[in-house]
C-alpha cells in the first residue's frame, strides 16, 4: 500500500516539476489545476493519518471532494503539533524547515517537512526570476538573509541559496544566524558595485534591511548603481520593532540607492513553499501592495468564522492552494488577513489598538513557560 | 490629544485639590461619590443611558451584556457598598477623619496626596472602581484607562462634576495611548502612589520609573480556572452545573481576570468529563441568545479560526472534543496532551478531566503567583481544605462558580486590600 502510494507521489512530483520548470507564463487552465490538486490531495488524504481523520471530522474524502476548494485547509499553527508529511515513517524527509516561533506560544516551533526539495526548487526559481530579477539576468547578490549553511532550517535561506546557485554571479552573505549584520562587508559589495558599474540585487528580510539602514544613515555608503534592485520580506515579529512598510521602503531606498519601485516585496512562510511577490519590476511602482503567486498556487480569501469564500477585494483570511507543498499538504490556511482581487493578494496591517484579553494571560503561554525546559513540538 | 504638559499640569492641579478635600468628612465625601454611581444603575438617568449608547462600540461587547456588564460593576459604586467597603478594609469611615483609637493605639489613615492610575481596557467599568477607591480614602486621582474602558470613567467624572464640582476637582480622566513614555513620566512625575493593572510587560516597564519613595500597587497578568468535582456531575446538577460555568466564562467575553480560561473536571461521576464538555458547550450556545459574544475583529476571528481548526486535528488525532458556535465566538475544546493556543478574543474554554479534585493543586503549579480566582462546583465538605491547598499555591479567591464574575466591592482583590493598599497610616502615641 506505502509503496503505491510513494510511486504515485514520485509521479506527480515529477510532473509538478516538469510543469513548474515550465516557467510563470506556462498556460495553467482552471482544469489543469484542478486534476494537479484532487491529485495531489487524495494522496495526502491516504498517505498523512492526522490530516484523513481531520478530513473525515469534516465529511471530506477524495471521493467526495470535486473541487479543491472543498478540500479542508490545514491551519498553519497546527504544523507546531504534527509533522505534516507524504509518506512519514516510509520516506525520511530531505529537509526539515522550522518556523521562526514568534507568534503568541513563542515557546514552541512549527516544523515543515519536505520529502522532496527538488520540488521546492523547481518551483521557487521561475517566480524569482520573474519577479525579483526581472528576467533571466545573472548578478551579484548581497544577502541580507543567512547562507543555507548557516540557517538549514530556514526555508528563506534555502530559497535564497537556490536563486543564488541558479542566478548569482557571487553572493556575499552579510548576515550571520544570530542575526549580526556585517557592515564592513556590506561596504566593500557596495563599494566595488559602485566602482564597476555593475547592478546588484539586495535580498533582505525587514529586520535586517532596517539594521542596514540605520547604519547607512549613520554612516553613508556609495549609491548602488542603476538597475540594481531589493527583495524585503517579513515582517518584525517578535522583534519588539515595527515601522511603516512604506516608510522601510523609503528610507532603504535614500540608504542604498535603490529606488523604492525597485523594491520587491516577498510574500512566504515556512509553511508554504511557493512565495508571492509584488511586480513592481514588470508592472510599474504602481503594483506595489499587491502580490502575485505563481499559476500553480491559488488563494483565495475566506470568513474567518465559517471559512466560507468571499467575494473578490472583501477582507477574511487568507487560504493558499500550493501545489509545491504535494509533499505535504496543499491547502494551508494562514493567520493573516487581507483580500484577493484578481487572483492577486493584498495584505491587511492588524488594527492598532486592538485590546487583548482582559487581565488574563493566555494560560498556555503561561503553562508553556512553566514547561519551557526544551520539550519538542514534534 | 493631551501634551505632556497638560498632564503635567492637570497631575499638578490635582495635588493642590488634596487640602481641600482632606477637610471634607470621609462620610460625605462618600455619599457623593455614591450618588454620582448611582446614576450608572438608574434606569432613566441620562448617564446610564449615554453609557450603554456608547459602551457596545467603544468595548465590543454586544449591547446585552453590556447591560449586564453595566449593572455587575455599578453595584459597587454606591454609597452603601463604597460605605461596607471602607468598614471592611478600615473598619469604618471616622479613621479618615482624624485619631480614633484601634487596636489599643491612635491612628489615622490618609489617602494619596495623588494616585496616578493606569488601567487595562479590556473590561469596561474597572477603571471607575480604580478611581473610586482612591477617592474613597480622599486620595485625588489621575486615572489613565485603556482604549476599551475610556467611556465610563469620562461619563463619571461628569456625573461627579453635576453632583459635586469641588470633589470633582480631584479626579482627572485622561487617555493617551498606551506606552507613551513622555504623557507617562509627565504624570508620575507629581505622584507619590501609583496603581498598575496590565500585562506583565507592562507591569515591568512602569516599575523601573516609579521612583522609589512613590508606592506602587500592581495588579500584574492573573488567570483563573473552574473545578467541578462529581457532585456537580450528577443527573440532578449537571444542567445547572454547565449553565453556572458557560456564564462564569461567558462574562466580559471571558476578558476578565476572574473570568475562568479552563475547567477541570473530575472523572467517575455519573457524567463523564466529556459530557461536561458537551452540555457546556450546549449552555455556552444557549447564552448566545441571551448574551452574544461581542464582535472579533479579522484578526482576533482569524487567530480563533487557528485554534478552532488546530484543536479539530488534535481532537481528531488524540480523542476529546471541540464544539464551536460557527459565526458565534465560542468554542470548547478538551484535548489531550499540548493544546492549540488560546485565541485572544471570544469566548473559549478548555475542559480538562482530572481523576480527583484532590490532584488539582499540583495541576495548576505552573501558574504559581498569576492564578487568581477558581471556580467551584460539586466540592461538597472538600472544599475548606481544597481550598487551602489552592490559596498555598497561590489562588485568593475560591468561589461558586455562580458569584465568579463580580466580586463584591470588599473582596480581598488579588489577596490584598484595596484600600489598605492605598492608605498610609499616622499613629499617635502620647
Redesign the interface.
Same mark, same amino acid.
Given at each position: 500500500m506505502i509503496r503505491v502510494r510513494l510511486s504515485t507521489f514520485f509521479a506527480l512530483a515529477t510532473e509538478l516539476e516538469g510543469r513548474f520548470g515550465a516557467g510563470v507564463d506556462s498556460p495553467w487552465t482552471d482544469a489543469d489545476f484542478e486534476a494537479l490538486a484532487l491529485a495531489a490531495f487524495a494522496i495526502q488524504f491516504e498517505s498523512i493519518e492526522a490530516y484523513r481523520l481531520f478530513c473525515l471530522g469534516r465529511g471530506r474524502t477524495p471521493k467526495t471532494v470535486r473541487s479543491w476548494q472543498d478540500v479542508p485547509p490545514v491551519p498553519a499553527t497546527a504544523f507546531k503539533h504534527f509533522d505534516f508529511a507524504v509518506g512519514s515513517g516510509n520516506l525520511s524527509p530531505e529537509m526539515t524547515f522550522r518556523t521562526s516561533g514568534t507568534t503568541r506560544g513563542a515557546t514552541v516551533r512549527g516544523r515543515h517537512l519536505v520529502p522532496r526539495a527538488s520540488l521546492y526548487r523547481k518551483s521557487l526559481l521561475p517566480p524569482f526570476e520573474r519577479h525579483v530579477l526581472g528576467g533571466r539576468v545573472r548578478m551579484p547578490f548581497l544577502s541580507l538573509v543567512p547562507a543555507p549553511a548557516e540557517r538549514p532550517d530556514s526555508s528563506l535561506s534555502f530559497m535564497i541559496g537556490a536563486a543564488a546557485e541558479a542566478y548569482a554571479t557571487e553572493t556575499s552573505w552579510l548576515i550571520d544566524a544570530q542575526g549580526a549584520l556585517d557592515i564592513v562587508g556590506w561596504r566593500r559589495a557596495a563599494e566595488r558595485s559602485a566602482l564597476d558599474h555593475l547592478p546588484v540585487v539586495v535580498l533582505a528580510t525587514s529586520l535586517a534591511l532596517l539594521h542596514l539602514v540605520e547604519s547607512l544613515e549613520a554612516d553613508p555608503g556609495p549609491p548602488l548603481p542603476d538597475g540594481s534592485r531589493m527583495m524585503e520580506t517579513g515582517g518584525f515579529k517578535g522583534s519588539g520593532r515595527e515601522i511603516e512598510r512604506g516608510e522601510l521602503h523609503a528610507r532603504a531606498s535614500a540608504a542604498t540607492g535603490v529606488p523604492s519601485h525597485r523594491v520587491v516585496g516577498e510574500y512566504g512562510m515556512t509553511e508554504l513553499l511557493s512565495q508571492l511577490y509584488e511586480p513592481v519590476l514588470t508592472e510599474g511602482g504602481d503594483a506595489a501592495g499587491e502580490y502575485v503567486s505563481p499559476p500553480w498556487m491559488r488563494v483565495r480569501a475566506l470568513d474567518p468564522m465559517t471559512l466560507a469564500g468571499l467575494p473578490d477585494g472583501h477582507e477574511g483570511v487568507l487560504a493558499f492552494f500550493d501545489l509545491a507543498n504535494a509533499g505535504s499538504v496543499c491547502h494551508v490556511l494562514t493567520e493573516d488577513v487581507g483580500s484577493v482581487s484578481d487572483g492577486r493578494v493584498r495584505l491587511s496591517g492588524r488594527a492598532r489598538g486592538a485590546e487583548p484579553r482582559g487581565c488574563s494571560l493566555a494560560m498556555d503561554e503561561l503553562l508553556s513557560a512553566a514547561r519551557a525546559a526544551g520539550t519538542d513540538p514534534a | 490629544m493631551t501634551t505632556p504638559t497638560q498632564v503635567a499640569d492637570v497631575a499638578h492641579r490635582l495635588r493642590e485639590s488634596r487640602a481641600a478635600l482632606a477637610q471634607r468628612p470621609a462620610l460625605d465625601v462618600i455619599e457623593a461619590l455614591g450618588a454620582a454611581g448611582q446614576r450608572f444603575l438608574d434606569a432613566s438617568d441620562p448617564i446610564r443611558l449615554e453609557a450603554l449608547a456608547g459602551l457596545p462600540e467603544s468595548s465590543?461587547l454586544s449591547p446585552a451584556m453590556c447591560v449586564t456588564v453595566l449593572d455587575g460593576m455599578a453595584a459597587d459604586w454606591t454609597t452603601e457598598r463604597l460605605q461596607t467597603l471602607v468598614a471592611a478594609e478600615l473598619g469604618g469611615a471616622d479613621v479618615l477623619d482624624g485619631f480614633v483609637a484601634r487596636g489599643g493605639r491612635q491612628t489615622m489613615a490618609l489617602g494619596p496626596a495623588l494616585a496616578v492610575q493606569f488601567v487595562?481596557?479590556?473590561?469596561p467599568g474597572v477603571g471607575v472602581t480604580a478611581l473610586l477607591r482612591s477617592l474613597v480614602v480622599k486620595g485625588p486621582t489621575l486615572l489613565k484607562p485603556?482604549?476599551?474602558d475610556l467611556l465610563l470613567p469620562t461619563l463619571y467624572a461628569r456625573a461627579l462634576a453635576a453632583i459635586d464640582p469641588a470633589l470633582a476637582e480631584s479626579l482627572a480622566v485622561i487617555y493617551w495611548?498606551g506606552g507613551s513614555v513622555e504623557h507617562e513620566n509627565a504624570a508620575l512625575a507629581h505622584a507619590d502612589l501609583v496603581t498598575v493593572?496590565?500585562?506583565?510587560t507592562t507591569v515591568r516597564a512602569l516599575r523601573a520609573r516609579v521612583a522609589p519613595s512613590t508606592r506602587l500597587v500592581e495588579?500584574?497578568?492573573?488567570?483563573?480556572?473552574g473545578v467541578v468535582g462529581r457532585v456537580a456531575l450528577s443527573h440532578d446538577h449537571l444542567d445547572r452545573t454547565a449553565a453556572d460555568v458557560a456564564a462564569a466564562v461567558a462574562m466580559?467575553d471571558?476578558?476578565?481576570?476572574v473570568?475562568p480560561?479552563?475547567i477541570f473536571v473530575e472523572e467517575g461521576g455519573s457524567a463523564s468529563p466529556v459530557e461536561f464538555a458537551d452540555r457546556l458547550a450546549r449552555a455556552l450556545a444557549d447564552l448566545e441568545v441571551r448574551l452574544p459574544t461581542g464582535r472579533?475583529? @479579522?484578526?482576533?476571528?482569524?487567530?480563533?479560526?487557528?485554534?478552532r481548526?488546530?484543536a479539530?486535528? @488534535?481532537?481528531?488525532?488524540g480523542g476529546g472534543l471541540v464544539r464551536h458556535g460557527?459565526?458565534?465566538?465560542w468554542t470548547v475544546v478538551m484535548v489531550e496532551g499540548?493544546?492549540?493556543?488560546?485565541p485572544?478574543?471570544g469566548r473559549f474554554v478548555?475542559v480538562t478531566p482530572i481523576a480527583d479534585v484532590e490532584e488539582l493543586t499540583a495541576q495548576l503549579?505552573?501558574?504559581?503567583a498569576?492564578l487568581?480566582t477558581v471556580g467551584v462546583a460539586g466540592l461538597g465538605a472538600r472544599v475548606e481544605r481544597i481550598a487551602k491547598a489552592l490559596g498555598e499555591s497561590g489562588a485568593s479567591r475560591v468561589v461558586p462558580f455562580g458569584a465568579v464574575a463580580f466580586p463584591p466591592a470588599w473582596w480581598h482583590h488579588d489577596g490584598r486590600g484595596p484600600l489598605l493598599d492605598l492608605v498610609r497610616w499616622v499613629d499617635l502615641e502620647r
Amino acid at each position: 500500500m506505502i509503496r503505491v502510494r510513494l510511486s504515485t507521489f514520485f509521479a506527480l512530483a515529477t510532473e509538478l516539476e516538469g510543469r513548474f520548470g515550465a516557467g510563470v507564463d506556462s498556460p495553467w487552465t482552471d482544469a489543469d489545476f484542478e486534476a494537479l490538486a484532487l491529485a495531489a490531495f487524495a494522496i495526502q488524504f491516504e498517505s498523512i493519518e492526522a490530516y484523513r481523520l481531520f478530513c473525515l471530522g469534516r465529511g471530506r474524502t477524495p471521493k467526495t471532494v470535486r473541487s479543491w476548494q472543498d478540500v479542508p485547509p490545514v491551519p498553519a499553527t497546527a504544523f507546531k503539533h504534527f509533522d505534516f508529511a507524504v509518506g512519514s515513517g516510509n520516506l525520511s524527509p530531505e529537509m526539515t524547515f522550522r518556523t521562526s516561533g514568534t507568534t503568541r506560544g513563542a515557546t514552541v516551533r512549527g516544523r515543515h517537512l519536505v520529502p522532496r526539495a527538488s520540488l521546492y526548487r523547481k518551483s521557487l526559481l521561475p517566480p524569482f526570476e520573474r519577479h525579483v530579477l526581472g528576467g533571466r539576468v545573472r548578478m551579484p547578490f548581497l544577502s541580507l538573509v543567512p547562507a543555507p549553511a548557516e540557517r538549514p532550517d530556514s526555508s528563506l535561506s534555502f530559497m535564497i541559496g537556490a536563486a543564488a546557485e541558479a542566478y548569482a554571479t557571487e553572493t556575499s552573505w552579510l548576515i550571520d544566524a544570530q542575526g549580526a549584520l556585517d557592515i564592513v562587508g556590506w561596504r566593500r559589495a557596495a563599494e566595488r558595485s559602485a566602482l564597476d558599474h555593475l547592478p546588484v540585487v539586495v535580498l533582505a528580510t525587514s529586520l535586517a534591511l532596517l539594521h542596514l539602514v540605520e547604519s547607512l544613515e549613520a554612516d553613508p555608503g556609495p549609491p548602488l548603481p542603476d538597475g540594481s534592485r531589493m527583495m524585503e520580506t517579513g515582517g518584525f515579529k517578535g522583534s519588539g520593532r515595527e515601522i511603516e512598510r512604506g516608510e522601510l521602503h523609503a528610507r532603504a531606498s535614500a540608504a542604498t540607492g535603490v529606488p523604492s519601485h525597485r523594491v520587491v516585496g516577498e510574500y512566504g512562510m515556512t509553511e508554504l513553499l511557493s512565495q508571492l511577490y509584488e511586480p513592481v519590476l514588470t508592472e510599474g511602482g504602481d503594483a506595489a501592495g499587491e502580490y502575485v503567486s505563481p499559476p500553480w498556487m491559488r488563494v483565495r480569501a475566506l470568513d474567518p468564522m465559517t471559512l466560507a469564500g468571499l467575494p473578490d477585494g472583501h477582507e477574511g483570511v487568507l487560504a493558499f492552494f500550493d501545489l509545491a507543498n504535494a509533499g505535504s499538504v496543499c491547502h494551508v490556511l494562514t493567520e493573516d488577513v487581507g483580500s484577493v482581487s484578481d487572483g492577486r493578494v493584498r495584505l491587511s496591517g492588524r488594527a492598532r489598538g486592538a485590546e487583548p484579553r482582559g487581565c488574563s494571560l493566555a494560560m498556555d503561554e503561561l503553562l508553556s513557560a512553566a514547561r519551557a525546559a526544551g520539550t519538542d513540538p514534534a | 490629544m493631551t501634551t505632556p504638559t497638560q498632564v503635567a499640569d492637570v497631575a499638578h492641579r490635582l495635588r493642590e485639590s488634596r487640602a481641600a478635600l482632606a477637610q471634607r468628612p470621609a462620610l460625605d465625601v462618600i455619599e457623593a461619590l455614591g450618588a454620582a454611581g448611582q446614576r450608572f444603575l438608574d434606569a432613566s438617568d441620562p448617564i446610564r443611558l449615554e453609557a450603554l449608547a456608547g459602551l457596545p462600540e467603544s468595548s465590543g461587547l454586544s449591547p446585552a451584556m453590556c447591560v449586564t456588564v453595566l449593572d455587575g460593576m455599578a453595584a459597587d459604586w454606591t454609597t452603601e457598598r463604597l460605605q461596607t467597603l471602607v468598614a471592611a478594609e478600615l473598619g469604618g469611615a471616622d479613621v479618615l477623619d482624624g485619631f480614633v483609637a484601634r487596636g489599643g493605639r491612635q491612628t489615622m489613615a490618609l489617602g494619596p496626596a495623588l494616585a496616578v492610575q493606569f488601567v487595562a481596557g479590556g473590561v469596561p467599568g474597572v477603571g471607575v472602581t480604580a478611581l473610586l477607591r482612591s477617592l474613597v480614602v480622599k486620595g485625588p486621582t489621575l486615572l489613565k484607562p485603556g482604549r476599551g474602558d475610556l467611556l465610563l470613567p469620562t461619563l463619571y467624572a461628569r456625573a461627579l462634576a453635576a453632583i459635586d464640582p469641588a470633589l470633582a476637582e480631584s479626579l482627572a480622566v485622561i487617555y493617551w495611548p498606551g506606552g507613551s513614555v513622555e504623557h507617562e513620566n509627565a504624570a508620575l512625575a507629581h505622584a507619590d502612589l501609583v496603581t498598575v493593572y496590565g500585562s506583565d510587560t507592562t507591569v515591568r516597564a512602569l516599575r523601573a520609573r516609579v521612583a522609589p519613595s512613590t508606592r506602587l500597587v500592581e495588579y500584574h497578568h492573573r488567570v483563573s480556572v473552574g473545578v467541578v468535582g462529581r457532585v456537580a456531575l450528577s443527573h440532578d446538577h449537571l444542567d445547572r452545573t454547565a449553565a453556572d460555568v458557560a456564564a462564569a466564562v461567558a462574562m466580559y467575553d471571558q476578558r476578565g481576570c476572574v473570568s475562568p480560561q479552563a475547567i477541570f473536571v473530575e472523572e467517575g461521576g455519573s457524567a463523564s468529563p466529556v459530557e461536561f464538555a458537551d452540555r457546556l458547550a450546549r449552555a455556552l450556545a444557549d447564552l448566545e441568545v441571551r448574551l452574544p459574544t461581542g464582535r472579533l475583529d @479579522l484578526h482576533q476571528a482569524s487567530e480563533l479560526q487557528q485554534a478552532r481548526s488546530t484543536a479539530e486535528l @488534535l481532537t481528531a488525532t488524540g480523542g476529546g472534543l471541540v464544539r464551536h458556535g460557527h459565526a458565534a465566538a465560542w468554542t470548547v475544546v478538551m484535548v489531550e496532551g499540548p493544546s492549540a493556543s488560546t485565541p485572544p478574543a471570544g469566548r473559549f474554554v478548555r475542559v480538562t478531566p482530572i481523576a480527583d479534585v484532590e490532584e488539582l493543586t499540583a495541576q495548576l503549579a505552573p501558574l504559581g503567583a498569576h492564578l487568581q480566582t477558581v471556580g467551584v462546583a460539586g466540592l461538597g465538605a472538600r472544599v475548606e481544605r481544597i481550598a487551602k491547598a489552592l490559596g498555598e499555591s497561590g489562588a485568593s479567591r475560591v468561589v461558586p462558580f455562580g458569584a465568579v464574575a463580580f466580586p463584591p466591592a470588599w473582596w480581598h482583590h488579588d489577596g490584598r486590600g484595596p484600600l489598605l493598599d492605598l492608605v498610609r497610616w499616622v499613629d499617635l502615641e502620647r
